[in-house]
Nanobody
Framework: QVQLVESGGGLVQVGGSLRLSCAASGRILSSYAMGWFRQAPGKEREFVAA????????YYADSVKGRFTMSRDNAKNTMYLQMDSLKPEDTAIYYC??????????????????WGQGTQVTISS
């Protein structure tokens, strides 16, 4: 069983940057499909970015494409979400998640098996 712990959230101004980290223990992170999701107050959890299989490339939601970058460090068993040019609508709790690898990216949060505890990201205008 893999355990995920996120960090890096906080309060930043519009246009600022944050880097979220998701450290895995118990299993090798790179053997999974990995995803980032977010949930704003009163809204459903939504897809942000994912890598569907080992060696795959990140896939992004249209709302963050060109501003967010997903990556991982296999040596640290950690994945990251670099968030730049942040907007007020990016305010949410951000979660990392993993599932078994697939050929296609899975964007539904219902199909991910293990989750981190979430980290709050707040963008002030």
């Amino acid at each position: 069983q893999v355990q995920l712990v996120e960090s890096g959230g906080g309060l930043v101004q519009v246009g600022g940057s944050l880097r979220l980290s998701c450290a895995a223990s118990g299993r090798i992170l790179s053997s999974y499909a990995m995803g980032w999701f977010r949930q704003a107050p009163g809204k459903e959890r939504e897809f942000v970015a994912a890598i569907s299989r080992p060696g795959g490339s990140p896939y992004y939601a249209d709302s963050v494409k060109g501003r967010f970058t997903m990556s991982r460090d296999n040596a640290k068993n950690t994945m990251y979400l670099q968030m730049d040019s942040l907007k007020p609508e990016d305010t949410a709790i951000y979660y990392c998640a993993v599932r078994t690898p697939t050929m296609s990216v899975i964007t539904s949060h219902h199909q991910y098996d293990a989750w981190g505890q979430g980290t709050q990201v707040t963008i002030s205008s």
